[in-house]
């Protein structure tokens, strides 16, 4: 980096709210995915975020990055389901343990992460562009 | 002020980019060793620009063929590379209208 720190610091942010975007999608299409009983059920997947601390000199950090994605219950809801091809010899299967209120939440938080920070990347550039036009019609 | 009358009007900008060794640009003692600075300045900043100039190019093919994994990727890097030359653009510009000035000059 260097000269655009601001743009290039917002663009991590928006690339880790976009991963967080795509697990939530992940999540939400998979909500009725259903599991054999002696399979894991699906997992909620959930993304990690760390702050990057290298510093460029001058003792701002250089954004976030995606750490890992973490695995949500594996144990899953079991649900007596006995006309499921799926569902063991006692009828049970596994649905993901996911709940679709806090999906959509975090979904809207995601959203207005990645939007915000888009928005850092346009003030940043409006604020470079206004240094540049100094002088200008002098 | 100490600056010679050729750097004054460029110095300013060197700053902006940060990697340069910048040898003794400010000290305008010697005309020559100004002139070397503005040069190198000239130099890294067209390096810089043509790199991310590069990088935007990349990302362009990758967007047109659906490469792209993501889209942002793709407009910081334009964003970045319209800034920079647009600094760039300002820095010929200033040091145009200050070759200009001294043509000007009456002898």
Redesign the interface.
């Known amino acids: 980096m260097g000269m655009f720190d601001a743009i290039g610091v917002a663009g991590t942010g928006v690339t880790t709210y976009r991963t967080w975007l795509d697990a939530l999608s992940d999540n939400i299409s998979n909500i009725n995915t259903v599991r054999p009983f002696d399979q894991p059920a699906f997992q909620e997947k959930m993304v990690v975020a760390q702050a990057v601390d290298f510093t460029g000199g001058t003792g701002v950090g250089s954004g976030v990055r995606v750490e890992s994605i973490a695995h949500g219950n594996a144990v899953g809801r079991i649900v007596y389901d006995p006309t499921n091809s799926l569902a063991n010899k006692d009828g049970y299967v596994r649905q993901p343990d996911i709940d679709l209120g806090s999906q959509m939440t975090q979904l809207i938080m995601a959203q207005r992460g990645y939007q915000a920070n888009l928005a850092v990347v346009d003030r940043a550039h409006e604020a470079y562009s206004a240094a540049l036009a100094l002088g200008r019609n002098s | 002020m100490t600056i010679g009358p050729i750097a004054m009007p460029v110095v300013p900008t060197v700053p902006?980019?940060?990697?340069l060794p910048s040898p003794g640009a400010t000290g305008g003692a010697a005309a020559a060793g100004s002139a070397d600075g503005f040069s190198n300045a000239l130099s890294t900043g067209l390096d810089?620009l043509q790199q991310l100039q590069t990088t935007a190019d990349t990302l362009a093919v990758q967007a047109a063929t659906g490469s792209l994994t993501?889209v942002?990727?793709y407009?910081?890097a334009a964003?970045?590379a319209?800034?920079?030359t647009?600094?760039t653009v300002?820095v010929r510009n200033k040091a145009v209208e200050a070759f200009n000035e001294i043509l000007r000059m009456q002898v």
């Open positions: 902006a980019t940060s990697s810089n993501n942002h990727d407009m910081i964003t970045k319209s800034v920079a647009d600094l300002a």
